[in-house]
DNA sequence: TTGAAAGCGGTACCAG
DNA sequence: CTGGTACCGCTTTCAA
């Protein structure tokens, strides 16, 4: 076989079938199959098949004004736990005939901005976006009101007091408040009285939420001192944890964690670097949780416990949302909020005496 | 603004700024612009802003009969591994402008052949597969001949003198017979005389030559012993990891292995769990090598020995020859192959007395 | 049941 | 430098 060979059209499958384009259309379209005579049907699948036929998406797309196409936009594709998010998105994609297009910012404002324009170009039905920073909310809102917009892990909402005055409709979050109280009051129960946490970047709402949960869960325990560094992880990696924690263990003894809670688990992974660095042992000094249960932590040593994000779900639910939009199906709600689980491993144990 | 913004098009901009439509387009595509004169190019470039114009992307692909998006095929988003090939092949798309469109296929055929017929109604300009199964070879041959396609990661070749008649002009491989021999080496060196592998599936060209490494590097120790059993593992995961190491270990001690070498590194890691369930010691009663260098091992228990697979180049070579293709520019080198790097860590140590 | 023709939103060729 | 126009490949009324 010659390479270049063209491509065949609907006009060339019709002559070859002895029919009209129109009539080839319908004979090729299940859903209008049934307006065409038996015989012609199968004269012009015959016609098709032999030929080698496929329809071109991208004129039936711009005839009907839909691409079955769906626009997703995580901030890193190398976190595998944002793989089970896609994953999710997939299937119920494909259960739907649509197709994601997915797109990787990096955390970057401007990388954001050029995928959303890049997508609307595409004239996906829908996005999914799940690496929004607060300062995007704004545009976001303007992009939401062009097209079904869904807010997947990260959205706005970061007051206290209740779901403030949505700007963008539908969303498909993680209570991010109750897994940190949770961690947190877990630590607390072992014992521990003074904890640090390392948090992730302001710009997120996940880590601002997880720091409220921190807080909060903090708050209730009158003797625990909270001796968290004011210091923010510039990114979320095993670098940055082990930084952070570093100067947290650098202190007199007095001043020093007995526990950490992580923001995420890549930054526990470094938290446990760090303590073995400094010639401490996990969780005999040192207790670590951190956030997401992303694969493979539970074959660290110690086994991290960390609290479980249902990152397939809200791909799905996220992906359900966005294409019922889409097709203008009636949203029962649409806003979810699913909620974590506290996985307890070997990474945490009864405060030091 | 309210949602349902109808999506403005060129002729809307060129009425607004009082020029014809082929104006308009020459005016706002960057190739043509200077053939418009200052003025007008201002004009309608002003008009379009200010009425948030946005270049229907299929429109104009229909046009060109070229659409700026490659497909890239993958097995498993969730293997970290596959990210950072991933990562390097949106890299150089976004060098040249072009988009990736992402599928996987989860190792079935159906899948693969489903992902093809799509990304060819998709019209895509060349696809990377990075998913191939030996068997697949026929299909994409006859794929590769419609259009440009790198195989990349898998391939067709698994004789053992050099390599054969190509079936795909194009791909990058790594050198998995090289990266398997020069584990066992090691793993001989360290005086092992009884070694294991847990292979990979049969359908995957990777596993087949790291087989044909593995053996071959025995059969330079005239007093080593392949104790490997003849099953495969039905995936690539822990768990398989996990079943096939504990097979090994249920034997009399003298037909242990005291060394593993697992086709990848998640089935390492299952080999790991197994020794450790068995009441042994990794390395002090058996070593074990992965391949892949996956994100994290290094920070298992013990840090994994593995071979580093340059994934990220491995992307961005694929994606430039895939372009380049599509583009019709001459390919200097259509057959790359990359080495790969042994890591040693501490899951690897002196055999046993 | 089938054919004719318009048009989705651009681009590119040809005239002027 | 700008306008006119055909057309990319398909879907979808409207008529017959």
């Known amino acids: 076989m010659v390479t270049g060979a063209r491509t065949v059209t ?5 002559a070859s079938a002895g029919v009209h384009v129109a009539t080839a259309s319908r004979a090729l379209n299940p859903e209008q199959a049934h307006l065409v005579s038996e015989r012609t049907r199968t004269r012009v699948q015959t016609a098709a098949r032999s030929l080698g036929y496929r329809t071109n998406a991208l004129a039936r797309s ?3 004004g839909r691409t079955g196409s769906l626009g997703v936009i995580v901030a890193d594709l190398a976190n595998p736990f944002i793989a089970n998010l896609l994953r999710g998105v997939e299937e119920e994609a494909r259960a739907h005939a649509a197709m994601p297009l997915i797109v990787e910012t990096r955390e970057d404002p401007a990388a954001l901005r050029r995928a959303v324009q890049r997508l609307l170009g595409n004239r996906v039905d829908a996005i999914v976006l799940a ?6 909310a704004d545009y976001v809102a303007d992009v939401s009101a062009q097209l079904p917009l869904v807010l ?3 959205g706005f909402d970061v007051g206290e007091d209740g779901p403030e005055p949505a700007a963008v409709e539908m969303q498909v979050m993680q209570d991010d408040h109750r897994g940190a109280k949770v961690a947190v009051e877990h630590l607390l129960r072992l014992g521990h009285r003074r904890i640090a946490q390392l948090a992730g970047a302001e710009q997120i709402s996940s880590f601002v939420n997880r720091r409220r949960g921190f807080a909060d869960a903090m708050a209730t325990a ?3 001192r909270d001796v968290s560094s004011e210091e923010r992880a510039n990114e979320s990696s095993v670098s940055e944890g082990k930084r952070l924690t570093w100067r947290l263990l650098e202190r007199p ?5 007995t526990a950490i809670f992580a923001h995420n688990d890549l930054m526990a992974i470094g938290a446990l670097d760090a303590i073995r660095d400094a010639g401490l042992v996990c969780p005999a000094d040192v207790s670590v949780v951190g956030y997401n249960d992303s694969p493979l932590v539970d074959h660290l040593s110690p086994p991290l416990t960390t609290v479980r994000l249902p990152s397939r779900e809200m791909g799905r639910s996220a992906a359900r949302l966005a294409l019922a939009a889409a097709a203008g199906r009636p949203i029962a709600a649409p806003r979810i909020l699913l909620e974590p689980t506290y996985i307890e491993r070997r990474s945490t144990g009864p405060a030091p005496a």
Do not use: F, M, N
């Open 10 to 14: 609907l006009r060339e499958v019709a």
């Open 62 to 64: 711009l005839r009907q």
């Open 131 to 136: 690496s929004a920073h607060l300062a995007d």
């Open 152 to 154: 997947a892990l990260r």
């Open 222 to 224: 009158p003797g625990a």
């Open 253 to 257: 003894e007095e001043e020093r964690p």
